[in-house]
T-cell receptor, first 113, second 111 residues
Framework: DAGITQSPRYKITETGRQVTLMCHQT?????MFWYRQDLGHGLRLIYY???????DKGEVPDGYVVSRSKTENFPLTLESATRSQTSVYFC????????????FGNGTRLTVT | GQQLNQSPQSMFIQEGEDVSMNCTSS?????WLWYKQDPGEGPVLLIA?????ELTSNGRLTAQFGITRKDSFLNISASIPSDVGIYFC???????????FGSGTQLTVLP
């Protein structure tokens, strides 16, 4: 089935380690996004991408790196994980139309110990 | 950054009751969206509003885009157990990209 998938669903890592969260969509959507969800904060945008090889910072980009070498993939890397990055991470994609709806993946729950 | 104040934070209601929740902001938005999130899943779009004053329904759900562009509300009529979840409002500037999300309303429906 077409859709947006995230992996892994759960990840535990230690402070200082590098970890990459994967996101893959099969709709060929132009736009992709990474959000983090924390209690009391709703969803906050980390990075987004308008097309392959084009990425931009969102509201909370510090400590994160993204790449978009292929339209369908948008990995998020924490180069040196910190406890404050413990969160649930959601990837989303969106078609080219300005008012196209966001489609979210099922999230990755990351715990940094 | 832009802030959206979503209330209430949580609600406990009896099955069959109507529900109302809202979002307000000090900033103007050109798009208002309402999402629902079930446990262990990502948010799913319920209703999208693109014009000030717009009132849109989706089954038992009704949402309105405030005339000032600074607020929106969502009503759910005759609640049922599957309405349980977290409801998020989101505002967009210019288009539905780069949304600002509210902190969510946790809805519990009691039998």
């Amino acid at each position: 089935d077409a859709g947006i998938t995230q992996s892994p669903r759960y990840k535990i890592t230690e402070t200082g380690r590098q970890v990459t969260l994967m996101c893959h969509q099969t709709w060929s959507h132009s736009y992709m996004f990474w959000y983090r969800q924390d209690l009391g904060h709703g969803l906050r945008l980390i990075y987004y991408s308008a097309a392959a090889d084009i990425t931009d910072k969102g509201e909370v980009p510090d400590g994160y790196v993204v790449s978009r070498s292929k339209t369908e993939n948008f990995p998020l890397t924490l180069e040196s994980a910190t406890r404050s990055q413990t969160s649930v991470y959601f990837c989303a994609s969106q078609g080219a139309g300005d008012n196209s709806p966001l489609h979210f993946g099922n999230g990755t729950r990351l715990t940094v110990t | 950054g832009q802030q959206l104040n979503q209330s209430p934070q949580s609600m406990f209601i009896q099955e069959g009751e109507d529900v109302s929740m809202n979002c307000t902001s000090s900033s103007i938005f050109n798009t208002w969206l309402w999402y629902k999130q079930d446990p262990g899943e990502g948010p799913v779009l319920l209703i999208a509003l693109y014009k000030a004053g717009e009132l849109t329904s989706n089954g038992r759900l009704t949402a309105q885009f405030g005339i000032t562009r600074k607020d929106s509300f969502l009503n759910i009529s005759a609640s049922i157990p599957s309405d349980v979840g977290i409801y998020f409002c989101a505002g967009g500037r210019g288009s539905a990209r780069q949304l600002t999300f509210g902190s969510g309303t946790q809805l519990t429906v009691l039998p």
